[in-house]
């Protein structure tokens, strides 16, 4: 059974920093398409970065330069590095994995992938940048 726990949100004032974790079980991560989303209240949901079964990353313009995607060696904790944080980026955080196998996909590839193409999704942690 594959789970997907994610952990480090909280709150913090605007320029801070903060780490997002995703740690999954049942699941060999480093081979497959992870990618992180969040929504805002009242707000669709958005991808923001991605990472591909060959180790490349992507994310959106919104939050290029400020957030970073990444991967332990195993492949078990994905991560959200996210600095110089702004009110605009409160939300609630989810990381997804899919289950379709893809052999060297980058991390453009996943990035451009739906939230449809996604089978697994954590319960989702919460940002919250003040002013």
């Known amino acids: 059974q594959v789970q997907l726990v994610e952990s480090g949100g909280g709150s913090v004032q605007s320029g801070g920093s903060l780490r997002l974790s995703c740690a999954g079980s049942g699941y060999p991560s480093n081979r497959y398409c992870m990618k992180w989303f969040r929504q805002a209240p009242g707000k669709e949901r958005e991808g923001l970065a991605a990472i591909g079964s060959d180790g490349t990353t992507d994310q959106v313009d919104s939050v290029k330069g400020r957030f970073t995607i990444s991967r332990d060696n195993a492949g078990n904790i994905l991560y959200l590095q996210m600095n110089n944080l702004k009110p605009e980026d409160t939300a609630m955080y989810y990381c997804?994995?899919?289950?379709?196998?893809?052999?060297?996909?980058?991390?453009?590839?996943?990035?451009?992938?739906?939230?449809?193409?996604?089978?697994?999704w954590g319960q989702g942690t919460q940002v919250t940048v003040s002013s």
């Open positions: 997804a994995a899919s289950k379709t196998r893809t052999y060297s996909a980058s991390g453009a590839y996943c990035l451009s992938r739906s939230q449809a193409y996604y089978d697994y």
